[in-house]
């Protein structure tokens, strides 16, 4: 009894935080099974949809300042709302924008995709440290889901649940995408046979482009969400893409599931370590992962896959 | 070796050579001629993976920077020997290579890439929360440019030049090595396997054991460029493992042109590091220039300088391996 409300918090905790990685990785997870591009940008789209609703959250005056005094005007709910959807399709732009330059690099080593998205990330990274400067901020979040909750005796943020609950809502809402939609069909036959795909006289340049815009999207919803958590600096992006990282090769490259259960269990991990032995915490999801490659050497899910030629 | 490549290495030795009476001369430094030469060995070695065995290692500064902690601690509990920390660095990150290599040698392609970097990662935590052995985020400070003792003579590191030169040494050696390696038996197998793993595999060849050989060489490599690192900058500090250090070296290996040439990410060390300074001198903000370029070279030349070089004389830029002969 002791040891089980004492384990409690932790739990609910890790669980929590690996809803959270699963938000994260969910941008990356897509590009990669479906576009075979490792997207080293992913954790620098995060924090540039972090910044872009710092931005739309704090309004400053300038032009236009009558919009935006009525603008200032909206309940603050409202104007986490429009962040939240308006920051995510400013950075899919940009996601099309690389991805339009991306297309050079197809049909030759996937190395290039990859080294192009690193050089992409170079070039957000230094951009946000341009017109934001270097110092940290914080998202101010609506009162709505601020503050704590009681709850016999312990006292949770309420902005965790919040966070939680959205990332599981993200989690539900793509695979329905995927798995119940045609949309879903056609991005996954592209994945499978572009050839037929296309003979199909489906739009297939078209269909990639938009399928980067959807996971550098999903990047920047991960990124707002997490911002009031995480706090927003420049580098916040290499902690978000780490994680992402290293639960898509636990949970095997290619399987949904296995990324979500691979994030609970990095999560789980990295709570309970907290709770003991809080210096030491990121450690033991690089140990879960080691100890889980070592058994299993595609992840817990994965399948043999056309990225390994 | 054919005239044109007497030619280039007679060229670039001379300028190796001479380069700390010149250097000032052009508004450079002379520990930037350091620097290129530390890390000109590091993309050296790095290429044994990327250009000949065709292994994308992007958490390469993994190795380095244990070179270097391992000179570092060698130097402060051991014994301020250079030849004993030099070596014990080598050692040191060629065991961690090994153990790193055991786990993924059976990988390739992306999946490759993915689990050297999360490797890469872990050691770059350790090396930032392990306080009472690494220093934590501030590293090892306080290192000494111990003379070079000969027996019958030494020789003081103290200032650039010398060093410069000493560093030089051992890159003319660590580089004739790496030049042995990829012209033997062994650097044609792996070249077999960056041209199809499938097919070496079914000739005969131990392919694990090949890439698990290479990395480990590659590693040990890296790690006494780290070492040399750490003797030149008098610490050893963790930046130097992190995800975006270990992504400047695939970048200079490319630019320069490792994939088509031995001595291509030498070429993009030297541009890097210039590179670093002259976009320095202009903007503070060079990053963002030189990531614009490097994403241009990425697209439209990706065989980088090397690769540009022999398209201008007029034949089609070979693979690696087809130029292993002479």
Known sequence: MGLVTDLLPHLVNGVSLGLLFALIALGFMLILGVMEVINLAHGS??????????????????????????????????????????????????????????????????????????????????????????????????????????????????????????????????????????????????????????????NLPRLRMLVFALGAGLAAIAGIVIAPIWGIRPHVGVDAVVPAFLIIVLGGVGSFWGAVLASVLVGLAVGLTGAYASEWSLLSMYLLLIAVVTFRARGLFGKKSVLEA | ???????????????????????????????????????????????????????????????????????????????????????????????????????????????????????????????????????????????????????????????????????LAICCLAVWLLWRIVHSPFGRVIQAIRQNETRAAFIGYHVWFYKWLAFVVSAGLSGLAGALFALAQLGAFPDVMSLHASGFVVMMTLIGGGLVSFWGPLIGAAVFFVARDALGALTSTWPLWYGVMFMAVVLLEPEGIAGLWQARRGRAAPPIAAQAGD
């Open chain 2, 1 to 167: 070796m054919s005239l044109r490549q007497t030619a280039f290495l007679t060229l670039l030795a001379a300028g190796l050579l001479t380069l700390p009476l010149w250097i000032a001369r052009v508004g450079l430094y002379q520990y930037l001629g350091i620097e290129i030469l530390v890390w000109g060995l590091y993309a050296l070695s790095f290429n044994l993976l990327l250009g000949y065995t065709g292994l994308p290692s992007f958490g390469h500064g993994a190795y380095f920077g244990v070179g270097a902690y391992a000179f570092g601690l060698l130097q402060k509990h051991v014994g301020a020997n250079l030849w004993l920390d030099l070596g014990g660095a080598v050692l040191a990150a060629a065991l961690c290579g090994a153990l790193v290599a055991a786990f993924i040698s059976h990988r390739r392609g992306i999946y490759y890439a993915l689990m050297t970097i999360a490797f890469g990662q872990i050691v770059w935590f350790v090396a930032i929360k392990w306080h009472s052995v690494t220093g934590g985020e501030d590293g090892l400070l306080n290192l000494k440019r111990v003379p070079a003792d000969f027996g019958f003579t030494s020789i003081s590191l103290a200032d650039n030049v010398s060093l410069y030169y000493f560093v």
């Open chain 1, 45 to 202: 789209l995060f924090a540039l949809g972090a910044y872009l609703a710092l931005t739309l959250l704090t309004p400053k005056s300038g032009p236009g300042a009558a919009a935006i005094a009525w603008y200032a005007a909206l309940p603050p709910g409202t104007r986490f709302a429009l962040a939240l959807i308006i920051a995510p399709l400013l950075v899919g732009l940009f996601g099309m924008l690389i991805e339009l330059c991306l297309r050079r690099t197809y049909g030759k080593d996937p190395l290039y995709g990859l080294l192009f998205t690193f050089g992409a990330a170079l070039v957000i990274e230094e951009l946000i440290r341009v017109l934001w400067g270097t110092r940290d901020y914080v998202l101010p979040v609506p009162p709505q889901i601020s503050g704590g909750l009681l709850i016999e005796g312990m006292i949770y943020g309420k902005y965790r649940f919040f966070a939680a609950g959205f990332a599981l809502a993200m989690i539900a809402l793509l695979w329905l995408f995927i798995e119940r939609t045609p949309y879903g069909a056609i991005i996954k036959a592209g994945a499978h046979d572009s050839e037929i795909v296309r003979a199909l006289g489906i």
